[in-house]
């Protein structure tokens, strides 16, 4: 549902609410998606990239990749699939049977491979592969890995911490470039118009 629509089936039912009709309550929206806390196997910078991936190849920029954008993704990566292999790479991740893939089934994709849940020869395993993104492999197993996962866990923290300080350091730094980039261009601005 696109924000025009949404906000226009609120202000009917806040009509509706005030016209004494009896409006059913809508469902909760619980379900936001947020990749950073439900894939923590992945860093900042790797859900970024996956999410450059995913947006250069949604070309309808639908959000969500449809299996013509999957042909022509796989194509453009020198891995071409079947019909019959691209409806199944889709139906591997899709869990809400839309037949397209969502931004947070496309990051499926990736820790099914990272938990060696694809088939070697699948287009998924492909795809995963190509993307040459090497994703960690972790979690607590059993109770000796315990306080190394604590520990690994705190560091994950911190790593997260200095990406996003990196991220604006970046940006600041862009910033500042733009701002000289604009003063230069003033002054000589300002030249040419006193010549």
């Known amino acids: 549902m696109s924000e025009t629509d949404e906000l226009a089936a609120k202000l009917a039912r806040r009509t ?3 016209e004494g009709e009896d409006v059913a309550q809508p469902p909760a929206t619980s379900n936001i998606f947020n990749p950073y806390t439900e894939f923590k196997e992945f860093s900042r910078k790797q859900i970024k990239d996956f999410e450059k991936m995913f947006k250069k190849y949604d070309i309808d920029r639908d959000h969500f990749i449809n299996f013509m954008e999957l042909k022509y ?3 453009k990566l020198d891995a071409p699939q079947t019909h019959l292999a691209l ?10 049977h839309d037949d397209m893939i969502s931004f947070r089934e496309f990051l499926l994709i990736f820790r099914k491979a990272n938990e060696g849940e694809l088939l070697e020869d699948s287009g998924l395993s ?11 492999k ?3 197993k059993g109770a000796a890995n315990f306080f190394a996962a604590k520990i690994d866990e705190q560091s994950r923290g911190k790593k997260f911490e200095e990406e996003i300080k990196q991220e604006q350091e970046e940006r ?6 733009a701002k000289v980039r604009k003063q230069a261009f003033k002054e000589k601005q300002a030249q040419f118009l006193s010549a």
């Open 16 to 18: 509706a609410i005030n």
């Open 73 to 75: 993704m796989m194509e």
């Open 87 to 96: 409806k199944d790479m889709i139906k591997t991740v899709d869990e809400d």
């Open 126 to 136: 492909v795809l995963a592969r190509l993307s040459e993104i090497e994703v960690d």
């Open 138 to 140: 972790e979690g607590v």
């Open 172 to 177: 600041k730094k862009e910033l500042e470039e």
